[in-house]
């Protein structure tokens, strides 16, 4: 699945994220056996993290998903021809796993979560299980997974595993949630001033409160069962119903948290880990200070891209430094305030169809083309490239809703305007591209329901003696999870965890065809279990070929698996 932007994967043309309140203060857990208890089904006892103690309802909800895994062990996947809206002929095919709203009330209101899989392709004594894959977000399906299969690349993977994709909860066809009525036309051109007045910031926030009020209308009481811990908790129940007593699982962006806590929360329930383009588990960062974290990250892509473009100026005719291509994108930036391209691209549409040359160098080639061409007097690829697509509005809200819902839900945000200005304001000095619409993404989260459910962050690591061997990869100058987050995760992981880093390199999403280097070990860990070492490094993937004007590539490479989203 392409989605216009991402954020931890998420597709984030409209993407914002969300304010969580403090969570209630911790009991300590009653009852005989809580302990051995927990050892026994592979979970780590206590709060979220392992802490001593947990609350009755914290307790309730892991004893809940212990009872629901129980039982979709026993039933098993019923796996059929898949829905013609899946797109997904034979032979993916697709069943529905039925889970609970509420970890708390097992017997409770259930929803369904859609799920894709092809059996493995190679000798039956040597499949090694499911391996199930996570591309992002929240707020992103992982349907088309199983087509990977295939591809050359995979053949081996292939050959070993059941491939398995779903989309999540609140995702596609498992209990879509909305925040607005989701066939509204996408709005558009939208102007985004270049440095936001007094104004503009009291007109975005009055929007962000608006679109929280409306996840709490459409939602209602639902509204606090879409958090992490219940993305986990619905991974231990689907492992358990694929009828595998330890989870394979590719994690990408968002999915290498959700990868990390389920680690976390089930340590001895884990068979092979790949955390593909990790974010920063730390609790004190999850999620306001991650997303501050992206802008000087995304300025570092920004500049790669302008770099790029000017080393190909015979091409593209746009300045022979970055800083001359960065002048040209401002004309460009200019005439589009003045008369939107194609009456629909705005600075808005602009900012965010160049905010994915951040996230993915292949869509360089293009992105410079359009520029150059509307320079020459012809918007249509411009307008192609960054004009709102109506046929994805429904896809695009139901993906933005569930990622605010999830991360607004997972942590506490700031609910002053007074600390998101001032911290944003600071950013902005030298990370001018992407900070403030970042900022803007976010800014339901100061106004989350209060009566939503709020997470305490898992302390990611906690029992992590406890874990077999995994695997983390990232590119070095990755803007949407930077480099520390990838350093930070396999610290917490603990000595068995080995990091594979794609050097000088910034796509976001590294397995999967772009680096044969970086796919060599990530085969090598899921067939073996082995890793090359503690710390790896890959040479870069080769960059893009320049299209010229009359969009004739020379030699651009196919990349399988889609970009994480």
Known sequence: MRTTLTRYGATAAVLSLALCAPAAPARAATGPGTAAAARAAGTTAGAPGGAAAET??????????????????????????????????????????????????????????????????????????????????????????????????????????????????????????????????????????????????????AAAEEYARGCARRAGAALEHYTTLDNVRDLYVLRAALGDERLNFLGASYGTYLGAVYATLYPRRVRRLVFDSAVDPDPRRIWYRDNLDQSPAFERRWADFRAWVARHHDVYRLGRTAEAVRASYEKVRAGVAREPAGGVVGTGELQAAYLKAAYYDEVWPRRAAALSAYLRGDPGPLTEQAGPDPAAAAENENARAVYTAVLCNDADWPADWATWDRDNTELARTAPFETWANAFLNLPCASWPAAARRQRPVAVGAGAAALPRTLVVAAERDGATPYPGALELQRRLGPEAALVTERGAGTHGVVGGRNDCVDRHVERYLLTGDTAGWRVTCAPHPEPAPVSLDDRAAGTRRVPLPPVV
């Open 56 to 205: 009755p309802a914290e307790r309730a909800r892991r004893l809940g998903a212990e009872t629901v895994a129980r039982r979709a062990a026993a039933r098993r996947l019923d796996f059929g021809a898949c829905p013609a809206s899946e797109g997904l002929a034979d032979p993916v095919r697709c069943a529905l796993l039925r889970v609970p709203l509420d970890y708390a009330r097992p017997d409770g209101p259930q929803i369904s979560l859609a799920v894709s899989r092809i059996t493995a392709t190679g000798d039956r004594a040597a499949r090694q299980g499911s391996l199930v894959h996570n591309p992002g977000g929240p707020g992103a399906s992982g349907m088309y997974f199983p087509l990977v299969a295939d591809l050359p690349e995979w053949s081996r993977v292939a050959a070993a595993y059941d491939l398995v994709g779903y989309a999540p909860r609140g995702v596609g066809r498992s209990a879509p949630l909305s925040c607005r009525a989701p066939g509204a036309r996408p709005e558009g051109p939208t102007q985004v001033p270049e440095r936001p007045s007094a104004a503009y910031k009291k007109q975005r926030r």
